[in-house]
């Protein structure tokens, strides 16, 4: 069985008169400085540009340059993951270097002399300081790439429960598993889905529904979002009875199908393209060209016609809808 990691199993006390660097004040650094710091930590902000680290001084952290963090004896780096290999950090041999995904560790992006752990969080950063706040906190995933002192593990665990990251459970895990498992759901999973609604989207259109009922099935309702709510808190069978009949009676006899479909040797192709380091090679590329194909990319499917859509369908219908004056 996958260990799973509680708040029990974490003595913050490891950490005591260890200084605590977070590198980075974006999605994540913001939320980690301060719940690290609501946790008893003793922490300091370190930033590239002037915005955040006028930013994080506001919020009442030191704040410095990054070179700066490596007197540290904890170092959290909230970067971007293709700029972490890039960043001018030399640790000491007994510190904690903290990543927050397993990518630069999984793909030998970096090789510090010192220990190395990961806390992962299964939530986005803004939403990090909000679960911490609600006291609910979130699932991490949480390992270790090296253990120099034979305190990485102690210590890593130490950060993951001062983040808010182990009250729900942390699952143990490598960072290559947790990077894989990161780059699948969005590689693999997130362009399936996609690729299934657009489907459905022609389908209904071609039946004559209009296009705004749709996209209030899917997504402006709300009504798979509070779905998968109720799935996550009860499970499949569990959230099964709130369907009625009619519905677990379409659901059920139809689920199989698509086996007939053969989604699995498309997904096995950009799988192996992860695991063999080819998209980490083909990510490295790019930010050294310069993003091109990210901003080809962007400027494609996320044209201004479709942020314009998007837009304009979210004033008719749904939370943000405003009626229009008859
Ligand atoms: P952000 O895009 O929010 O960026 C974080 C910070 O990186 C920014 O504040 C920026 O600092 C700094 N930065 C960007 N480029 C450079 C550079 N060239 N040199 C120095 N600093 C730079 O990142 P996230 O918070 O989203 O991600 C941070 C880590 O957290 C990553 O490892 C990611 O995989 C992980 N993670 C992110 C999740 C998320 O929901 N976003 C979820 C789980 C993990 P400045 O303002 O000073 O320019």
């Given amino acids: 069985m996958t260990t799973i990691y509680y708040e029990r199993d974490a003595d913050l006390s490891v950490l005591e008169g260890q200084s605590v660097a977070v590198v980075g004040y974006g999605n994540q650094g913001r939320s980690w400085a301060l719940n690290l710091r609501d946790s008893g930590l003793a922490v300091e902000v370190f930033t590239q540009a002037d915005a955040s680290r006028d930013q994080a001084q506001a919020e009442g952290f030191?704040?410095?340059?990054?070179?700066?963090?490596?007197?540290?004896?904890?170092?959290?780096?909230?970067?971007?993951?293709?700029?972490?290999?890039?960043?001018?950090?030399?640790?000491?041999?007994?510190?904690?270097?903290?990543?927050?995904?397993g990518y630069v560790a999984a793909f030998d992006r970096i090789a510090p002399d010192c220990d190395v752990g990961m806390v992962a969080p299964r939530m986005l950063g803004r939403e990090v300081r909000e679960c911490f706040l609600e006291g609910?906190?979130?699932?991490?995933?949480?390992?270790?790439?090296?253990?120099?002192?034979?305190?990485?593990?102690?210590?890593?665990?130490?950060?993951?429960?001062?983040?808010?990251?182990?009250?729900?459970?942390?699952?143990?895990?490598?960072?290559?598993?947790?990077?894989?498992?990161?780059?699948?759901?969005?590689?693999?999973?997130?362009?399936?889905?996609?690729?299934?609604?657009?489907?459905f989207v022609a389908l209904m259109l071609e039946a004559g529904i209009p296009l705004e009922a749709v996209m209030a099935e899917l997504v402006l309702s709300g009504e798979i979002e509070r779905s998968y709510r109720l799935l996550r808190l009860e499970g499949y069978a569990g959230q099964m009875r709130y369907h009625s009949p009619t519905s677990?009676?379409?659901q059920l006899s139809r689920a199989n199908r698509y086996d007939g479909l053969d989604v699995?040797?498309?997904?096995?192709?950009?799988?192996?393209?992860?695991?063999?380091?080819?998209?980490?090679?083909?990510w490295d590329a790019e930010r050294a060209a310069g993003y091109p194909?990210?901003?080809?990319?962007?400027?494609?499917?996320?044209?201004?016609?479709?942020?314009?859509?998007?837009?304009?369908?979210?004033?008719?219908l749904g939370e943000r809808a405003e009626a229009p004056a008859r």
């Fill in 62 to 101: 030191a704040a410095h340059e990054i070179e700066a963090a490596s007197d540290c004896d904890v170092i959290c780096t909230l970067i971007p993951d293709d700029v972490i290999p890039e960043l001018p950090i030399a640790p000491k041999p007994d510190a904690l270097w903290v990543l927050a995904s």
């Fill in 136 to 199: 609910v906190g979130f699932i991490t995933a949480l390992g270790i790439d090296k253990d120099r002192t034979g305190t990485a593990l102690a210590r890593t665990l130490a950060v993951g429960r001062a983040l808010g990251g182990l009250r729900q459970g942390a699952i143990d895990m490598t960072p290559r598993q947790e990077a894989v498992l990161d780059l699948a759901v969005e590689q693999v999973l997130a362009p399936a889905m996609g690729r299934v609604s657009a489907s």
């Fill in 248 to 250: 677990q009676y379409g």
């Fill in 264 to 282: 699995p040797t498309a997904m096995r192709e950009v799988l192996t393209e992860i695991e063999s380091g080819k998209f980490a090679d083909e």
């Fill in 293 to 316: 194909n990210l901003e080809r990319l962007r400027a494609e499917k996320l044209s201004p016609e479709v942020v314009a859509f998007e837009r304009d369908l979210r004033v008719r």
